[in-house]
């Protein structure tokens, strides 16, 4: 497999998990993006790797994948401009309670980008 073909592997199913519970913990409806990186940093880091490049891992993952699907359903929205995440306290305590659905219909575990063969000529530059 070359390298253009490795699989990227999507951020664990704990991690949306984990923006829920703090979500749920937050007072009022808005937490602040780098917060929310932080405190899933808290619950998910076991001391076996680098705690900038974890940290790093963390918010590309919040910030391009699970936010944006959250969003997506109408949970959240995350203003990334002023860096803030505006929640619906009750959806949030919805797939919390395990009512609501908002943590499926994402990307596989295992993602592979497509190889050169299979982009189109229309989509090459």
Do not use: C, K
């Amino acid at each position: 497999m070359s390298t253009t073909e490795a699989p990227v592997t999507a951020p664990t199913d704990e991690r949306p998990r984990h923006v829920v519970a703090v979500l749920a913990d937050a007072d009022g409806s808005t937490v602040a993006f780098d917060a929310l990186v932080n405190e899933v940093l808290r619950r998910e880091y076991r001391g076996d790797r680098d705690p900038a490049d974890h940290r790093r891992a963390v918010a590309n993952a919040l910030h391009f994948e699970i936010l944006p699907r959250f969003d997506s359903r109408g949970v959240l929205t995350h203003d990334s401009g002023r860096d803030v995440v505006r929640f619906d306290r009750d959806r949030v305590a919805a797939i919390e309670a395990g009512a609501e659905s908002g943590l499926d219909a994402g990307p596989s575990a295992a993602f592979r980008p497509p190889s050169p063969r299979e982009v189109t000529a229309s989509q090459r530059f």
